[in-house]
């Protein structure tokens, strides 16, 4: 697609031999200097991306003396995939917002994916932001789902008060071991594991259904990622079968904070305190890894772990918004554009 040409600038795509990177983490710092969003994550998270399965484009504001201000990315929702559902995420350098650099990359994006046959654009804000959500809202997106980050003060959260985790397991029927002694013992176990997040992640409630991962994309996108500490990879195992998961991430740009991965139990071992066996031993964990923080994401439809996670102090920060827009596809003549990033 061509150049876009705007009376203050022009949004072209982003180019990855360039200073582009760099551009785009001191945007996002200047955004959220919490968020542990360094040039390294987006290079990783790029160079990682299955393209062979999923679409993913980006574009950069530039100001006229050649400053990039701003970017946006469209992409597939790899997690709730469907061909014609794309993930559009603007930011803009917070000393060049209000200038329509935003409204600008939205539209650039939107008649971008349009033309690839676009029916729904979901995008994503913080409800404490008034800037995403106001942005949104104003382009017709509207709140689909919400779900909070909880934090845990790791100095101040004693894991004794719930006792040992090994005993909270037996008295819940079952013992806990770690992938990383699982691997090194059977050859089958990371598919067994595998087995069980398909049968618990179908049952996270979600505004629309889980896109199933294969084998090998799991392990390319759990397992081998980055971050994944295999000791911390906790799984619960009655009669022989895994029954519970729990495992830890460490946060890429932000040492001493670590990220409580998925937490789930197998269908018929629920109601029993094994989620809370398994939380008790990753918090444990990472105490005693030296982290000062352990973070977590949760829907506000996931009652059962909001009702663990608030027992164990998780202290919930303000609400994420996902937020979504009906659009009508591009009907023209001579299908879809040339992807040219
Ligand atoms: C959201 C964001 C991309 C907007 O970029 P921007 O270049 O400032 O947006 P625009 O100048 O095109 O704003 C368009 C309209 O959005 C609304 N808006 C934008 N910022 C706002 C704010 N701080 N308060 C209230 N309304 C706001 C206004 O209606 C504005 O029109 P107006 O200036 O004529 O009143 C930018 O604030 C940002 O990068 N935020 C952090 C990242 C983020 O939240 N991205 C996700 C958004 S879905």
Redesign the pocket.
């Known amino acids: 697609m061509a150049r876009m040409t705007l009376p203050n600038g022009t949004i072209r795509p982003f180019d990855p031999d360039g200073n582009d990177y760099a551009s785009l983490a001191r945007?996002l710092a200047a955004?959220?200097p919490d968020a542990g969003h360094y040039e390294d994550a987006v290079r990783a998270d790029d160079r990682d991306w299955d393209h062979a399965r999923f679409e993913k484009y980006r574009w950069v504001a530039v100001e006229p003396d050649g400053t990039v201000v701003?970017f946006i990315d469209a992409l597939h929702h790899p997690r709730q995939f469907e061909a014609w559902r794309y993930l559009?995420?603007?930011?803009?350098?917070?000393d060049?917002?209000?200038?329509?650099?935003?409204?600008?990359?939205?539209a650039h994006a939107e008649a971008f994916v349009r033309a690839r046959g676009a029916r729904e654009l979901r995008?994503?804000?913080?409800e404490d932001?008034?800037?995403?959500?106001?942005?949104?809202k104003?382009?017709g997106?509207e709140v689909a789902a919400r779900s909070w980050q909880g934090r845990l003060n790791l100095d101040a959260f004693d894991p004794a008060r719930f006792g040992d985790p090994h005993a909270l397991a037996a008295a819940s029927g079952v013992r806990l071991v770690i992938l990383a002694d699982e691997v090194a013992r059977d050859p089958d176990a990371l598919e067994r594991v595998y087995h069980l997040v398909r049968e618990v992640e179908a049952d996270v409630p979600r505004v629309t259904p889980v896109t199933e991962l294969d084998f090998e994309q799991w392990q390319r996108q759990s397992i081998e990622r980055p971050g994944l500490i295999r000791e911390a990879y906790f799984l619960a195992v009655r009669d022989g079968e895994y029954v519970g998961v729990s495992f830890l991430r460490r946060s890429p740009g932000l040492p001493g904070v670590i990220s409580q991965g998925l937490t789930g139990v197998a269908r018929t071992a629920r109601g029993r305190g094994i989620a809370l066996a398994l939380k008790v031993a990753t918090t444990t964990y990472a105490k005693a890894d030296g982290a000062r923080e352990l973070r977590t994401w949760n829907s506000d439809r996931n009652h059962a772990i909001l009702r663990i996670n608030d027992a164990m102090g998780f202290v919930r920060e303000a609400a994420g918004l996902d937020?979504s827009k009906a659009i009508t596809p591009a009907t023209a003549t001579g299908g879809a554009p040339h992807p040219d990033t």
């Open positions: 945007i955004n959220d701003g559009v995420l603007p930011f803009v350098h917070p060049a917002q209000r200038q329509g650099w935003g409204t600008a990359l939205l995008a994503e804000a913080r932001i008034p800037a995403g959500v106001a942005f949104a104003r382009h997106f937020l």
